[in-house]
């Protein structure tokens, strides 16, 4: 395990640990979409948009409840250098398919699928520019597209009752150099000893902790230590979705 | 062929027949690509990112010369409809394939590959939101990043005479209501009779004419009329270009 | 752009320019299919086989309507040299969507598909051996088995009004060394200039006009003296046609 | 096991039992192969291009000899019903990859790889028209075909020794209604009891015995008998390759 | 063909030409499938599990009849040296689809389809370790699973009547160094001149013969010579599948 | 959150919360492979193969270090009802990607790369009988095959150095009806709260911690619960592993 020198390590950055990067929510970003979010974490921008479609995925049918799904992508210079494109290799590498699968699993949780109705909410993540931290992006813009995507439905009265449960964002943290930080951008995460994304619900639930030794195993205490940091950062996440969706905080 | 009926039609849009849409080319738009310009026509956004990558293709190795290439895609809710995911349905299909290679024809125009050197430039060219055009979009765009892409390779001494040839854009053209109309968005476009794509260099040249007729054949006096268009349209699109890259008109 | 010379060029074969090539049509080439046609441009042979099935694809059913489609594929030794199987290799290439595609579009301009019913028919256009002109032959010959197709739906009483509207073919010309020439064959396409495709009907019209400089720009005039070739050669191609149809010319 | 009537069945083309349908080898049918004959058998045509390549596979380099492979297709309407064609389904079937292992290993058998030298001779085997027996024409008309590249191979002298071994052809025999027949076409296929194909070398030997019981088993009788009609079958079809090659009988 | 010496080879195990190596057949072998058979030839180890689906393929809908197939796979390192893993390449190999089939047409041959009602049987053959004789040790093991899987069917009266015909087993035999040998292990597979899988009902009729000249093509009297091994092997096999199964022999 | 009710909940097995089930490490478990164990938690079996394989991926080439992989898969009826074979369908699942990906990771802590020299061990972990903790049970037995496979390299004299660094095992933990339970079986699996897979070192770190609410958000000290049952789990894991390895406790 690690050997913390007492001394908190510089950020690359020079961001403090506990310091978030700045944090953008711009709602309406495309016309045709249900939702449709651009939301960056500094340098990471990831296109978020919901897709509202009547009908369910058969293995739903006629059970009366809706479904949430989500797809991810990374345009194939987003990153540093130019990675291959999914569509023309022919197939969604395993890494893509972790991260929609997570993204997906996040975004149920802020809503009651039972009270849907047999609509099923797409919710496309794009990383037009990735800095690290996409996955989060993704999961914190998602929500908002989501609400969007549901108001959408109850304006054109499709659905009665509020299906929205409460908002869901996530965070990256990690251990940079023996110190706890969070949100990693890109030259710490690809040199964090330990990489872990939290999903947290506004009401103070976890719904994903996926921590990840890269160089050295990690113990119970830097795991606390890693999730202080990213309740405190929910915290923030909360207001920026609140505030952008024009909610109550 | 079509009855013209001596009045215009009026276009969905308002626009005069031979109004172009508003264009905007702006360049750095993402920070890791080697050119990168968001270009839109009117609605219709397309991101072009240029990558330089050293080396050729294997069929061009050991011939001293360089090569230009380009890939297409559409985010699943650029459109009206959310249309599948190329990458989960595992193939590229049909129309993006045709749609990647008329734009890498286009884009190889304005270049003399011997002076490229060994090097290989894709460009990708991603839409954002569709209203039709993309693809004349992605080639007046992609032609900035390409530009781009060229200084950069200049301005890192990695090449050493200037492979810059010549200004490519694209418009493309159609007869809508028995009138012909100049840069078509989404309502004509589905709605027209006949449907070119014209691509031009600045020096007055044709690379490609592709004309369909959607609905009715077309005469030879109907694609002339199509063709001047095309060329007063040009003539704009080159200005454009000059003045988001900073060159002289 | 090209500066001619005044002298025109020799074409390889030895033709004049506006020459087409030994044009046959040979209807009842296979016993299943219900139409079947071998097309010869000179060495260029393609197999034509257009299959009627009853039912229209999902997107069209119950519009009380037909659909007509085209399918393409080149024998791995049709060429100079041994090409991968594209069924081999587990995908279709772009080039031969692309061809498909378009002999799909040319096809249906010489039908009233309203008339067809809810009949699709399938012109499967397999290239045997190939001497350049491989889509325009399949066009030109496919457009035979097409009708060939619907006399055999109309024998049977399957249809009550004849969706026919008239003849379609296709030819290719371009600007070999300075020159324009109709229908090109493998030495002078691959040498060319400039390449041009031209979908017309007998009526006098164009369905299809795809002109791609292949090594340096065309201007107007270029283009207008490849579509006096190429209305000359259209109508040779009817004339073919119609003699192999026994249709009154 | 079947009970046999005294009275052999009538078979549905009125041959006899014995009878092969009619034999036809057609050489040098393309242009560009090293090697190219379509061979009938009957109303079954399969057009066989044999094409040499300089090199072998990955796994036989730097041993010195030579590699036979071959592939199969079937054009979509060789058969009475159209079936997918296979480069658009994005595989090839269990059943297409049956039968090209059985060329080439059939044909593998007539030619000593270690005198071909270090190239492919690879044999397209494509179905114009299915009546049964698709396979086994394959293999009598590949042979021929492969003889053909050889022969252009010694004449290019590309190879010094000749690597031929001897002739190799294969047919098909059945039990039809309790009646051991020879040469099954489409509607014997289908109906049969048993199928069997044997591929022999003109000196007697057997390369390929591949009987299966479709409807009920069969003895060691039965398949005596089937074999001895192979056998005289295949007098005939060496006869009928030697005459095509010009070799003396 | 063989020159045979007068002494028998020796056989890598020591084994006696007619000599079948040990053969376990353990029942319930996992929990889940309806039958599930671990097979074993000596040190060839193949797993067997029939599931029982109601419904029956599309093409047999409606016809009140049952279906029986087989799907066939290879652990990675059930071979000497480690082989792809096919659900890694993302398809089935030539080989794997091959066996699969002919798996499939041997149990079908055990079973009165019309009996078994409109429920489908899939016999997976999975190869723990392989030594030779897969193919052959899945039919045998298969056929146990098969029988397992009606009896359920059965036991829960979802049938009235008994579907099973007769046990079916194979074996492969070979000539090796000129001796024919029953039931191959790898070094002599490797090292046989021909190989051939004979499948067998216990009535004594033949279902599949499948012999393949390796090295050098075998006559009449080899032919013989191996189906007189398979007899003998066949008839030691199905009185393993009685005393697995409890059956009187 | 969840509402304990002081009582825990019966578990379906009856085991107590912290109990796991019996565990079994059968080594040598097949003949080819450098380590082979058969690796049972309950009824939960996987066969784990690692192979020894010289050479590295392209990425790692040069830098004299080695590689470990892992595969997964599932064999169809593994599980309650059978599943589509990957191989079958042309592609592995997102599932079995992000648990090949999470053995991969976990094995790699094992061992110190730079001391293995250029070797990659592959570890294949395939699904003979599921049960719930598939993933954990691969990674537990995976390690120990992959000791196998280490020692086979010393003992070849292939490596000189010990890259052996320590024990790794994996076990999922959850809240099942409200309270803490250790390695959940199927039917606990598929009713609980919350699930998470838990890998660690022997000495006493945390590699991966993957926790995912299923139906309800988990507080922090739900989540510690959880570690505080994996860390004793773990402490009987590493004893059955040094136990079949022969190694002093």
């Known amino acids: 395990m690690h050997s913390s020198t007492g001394h908190p390590a510089r950020r690359p950055s020079g961001r403090q640990p506990e310091q978030i990067r700045e944090i953008r929510l711009i709602r309406e970003y495309t016309r045709h979409a249900e939702g449709s979010v651009l ?10 948009n919901a897709s509202v479609e009547a009908g ?17 992508g990374m345009l194939p210079r987003a990153t540093h250098t130019r990675g291959p494109r999914e569509a023309a290799r ?3 590498g395993g890494r893509t398919l972790e991260i929609q699968r997570l993204i997906g699993r996040a975004l149920r949780a802020s809503v009651n699928l039972k009270k849907l109705g047999e609509f099923t909410i797409t919710v496309d993540c794009d990383v037009i520019q990735a800095d690290g931290g996409t996955r989060t992006a993704a999961i914190t813009g ?9 108001r959408h439905l109850q304006r054109d009265k499709l659905i009665k009752t509020d299906p929205f449960k409460e908002l869901v964002s996530a965070v990256s943290v990690g251990i940079f150099k023996g110190t706890p930080v969070a949100d990693l951008d890109y030259p710490e995460d690809s040199g964090a000893d330990t990489d872990m994304n939290v999903v947290m619900t506004e009401s ?27 309740e405190s950062a929910g915290a923030q996440l909360f207001a920026h979705q609140r505030e952008a969706l024009g909610l109550r905080g």
């Open 142 to 150: 998602g929500c908002v597209a989501l609400v969007d995507a549901i």
């Open 90 to 92: 022919g197939k969604q």
């Open 39 to 48: 939301v960056s974490f500094g340098d990471t921008q990831v296109l978020c």
């Open 204 to 230: 103070g639930g976890l719904i994903e902790v996926q921590g990840t030794a890269e160089a050295a195993a990690f113990g119970r205490s830097e795991l606390n230590a890693m999730l202080d940091l990213a």
């Open 56 to 72: 369910v995925p058969r293995w739903l049918r006629g059970k009366g409840q809706g479904w949430i799904t989500a797809e991810y």
